[in-house]
């Protein structure tokens, strides 16, 4: 949830307006790392993160029951341009090669809308499932 984002990311008021205004949802918004953030977790280039409050039950229990955030990424296989989103051709793709998947149904093979806040202006990194509606 958005309580601890001061821990991640360096969010003036206008940017956590946009943020709480727009999630949940299919939405991932950049901002500018905190010097506590490991390097790991941020562009090394822009010392910026990607903040994603998901609109989906299983990440949302998954996220309740470890209570810590989760770093992720879309599944985009070696070879596609495209993320996967059918949970049977994960399985027969990956089963061996993962602990676990988690068969939550179809999810959309749309990834998230980007918005960068990083440098104080709404910049659309990329368009994706989110409506761009509430950023123009």
């Keep these: 949830d958005l309580s601890e984002i001061s821990i991640?990311?360096?969010?003036e008021n206008a940017a956590y307006r946009t943020l709480k205004n727009n999630t949940p949802g299919a939405y991932t918004f950049i901002f500018k790392s905190t010097k506590d953030l490991p390097k790991r977790l941020m562009n090394p280039s822009r010392r910026t993160i990607g903040i994603r409050?998901?609109?989906n039950v299983i990440a949302l229990?998954?996220?309740?029951?470890?209570d810590t955030p989760l770093m992720t990424t879309s599944l985009i296989l070696p070879g596609k341009t495209s993320t996967e989103?059918?949970?049977e051709e994960i399985r027969d793709q990956l089963e061996y090669q993962?602990?676990?998947i988690i068969n939550g149904g179809y999810l959309g093979e749309?990834?998230?809308t980007v918005i960068d806040l990083s440098d104080g202006?709404?910049?659309i990194a990329r368009e994706g499932a989110g409506?761009?509606?509430p950023f123009q």
């Design 110 to 112: 749309s990834p998230t």
């Design 53 to 55: 409050i998901p609109d």
């Design 98 to 100: 993962v602990d676990l």
């Design 61 to 66: 229990a998954l996220l309740d029951e470890l």
């Design 8 to 11: 991640y990311a360096r969010v």
């Design 85 to 87: 989103f059918d949970p």
């Design 121 to 123: 202006e709404v910049v």
């Design 131 to 133: 409506d761009l509606t």
